[in-house]
């Protein structure tokens, strides 16, 4: 069964930093990788999408790569701010069928100004 | 707007008392599917749906009960609900139109069964 772990679990950094958030997978054979953000008590925001043949994907100051042969992904985010500061997850459809997928248990991030 | 849309937002209940979780979206698309995040668990999967007339078993489907007789909307439904099920809820769609196309999430349903 395809095992996703984000670690650390928790993240403070003073504004202007990078972050970097890692996502590790069990089962290399992925479809995709997707990361989220979640501000407390709202829904998933999707930030980023890498497909299998990806080794990354950009977007503004984020920037996510795939290693899949390591079972790994990795986002940046470049030069923080206090309004990152949320919970990032990631997720990837399982092999055994497209429509389940596994969800990593999430980084809290805090930006201090 | 483009979006997914779940009520209630709140609902307190009690054990037994059969509820209903409504889920819509408006982006015509075919993949829906229910998640519970319970603390320390992270995000679980319920049941999913690649079209109409189409579920699917995620990772915990005891307890609950779906159908899928419209593409836009995909009810979550508690037959005998229990304080064991007391969670927030997500419900999420996505394209299958292409390949990778990203869930979009509504804003969740937070149950509390006494």
């Known amino acids: 069964k395809q095992e996703v772990t984000q670690i650390p679990a928790a993240l403070s950094v003073p504004e202007g930093e990078n972050l970097v958030l890692n996502c590790s997978f069990t089962d290399s054979a992925i479809y995709n990788l997707q990361w989220f953000r979640q501000d407390p008590g709202k829904g998933l925001t999707s930030l980023l999408l890498i497909q299998s043949s990806q080794r990354e994907q950009t977007s503004g100051r984020l920037n996510a790569s795939l290693d899949k042969s390591s079972g790994r992904s990795t986002l940046y985010i470049a030069a923080s701010q206090p309004g990152d500061s949320a919970t990032y997850l990631c997720?990837?459809?399982?092999?055994?069928?497209?429509?389940?997928?596994?969800f990593g248990a999430g980084t809290q991030v805090v930006v201090t100004p | 707007e483009a979006q997914v849309t779940q009520n209630p937002r709140y609902l307190i209940t009690v054990t037994g008392k059969k509820l209903t979780v409504t889920c819509s979206q408006n982006?015509?698309?075919?993949?829906m599917s229910w998640y519970r995040q319970d603390p320390g668990l992270g995000l679980r999967q319920i049941y999913y749906?690649?079209?109409?007339?189409?579920?699917d078993k995620g990772d915990v489907p005891e307890g609950y009960k779906v159908s899928r007789k419209e593409k836009r909307n995909f009810p979550l439904i508690l037959e005998s609900p229990s304080p064991n099920q007391t969670s927030l809820y997500f419900c999420a769609s996505s394209s299958l139109t292409g390949s990778n196309q990203p869930q979009h999430f509504g804003d969740g349903t937070r149950l509390s069964i006494l």
């Open positions: 749906s690649m079209n109409v007339e189409v579920t």
């Open positions: 997720a990837v459809p399982t092999t055994d069928s497209w429509g389940k997928f596994q």
């Open positions: 982006m015509n698309h075919e993949y």
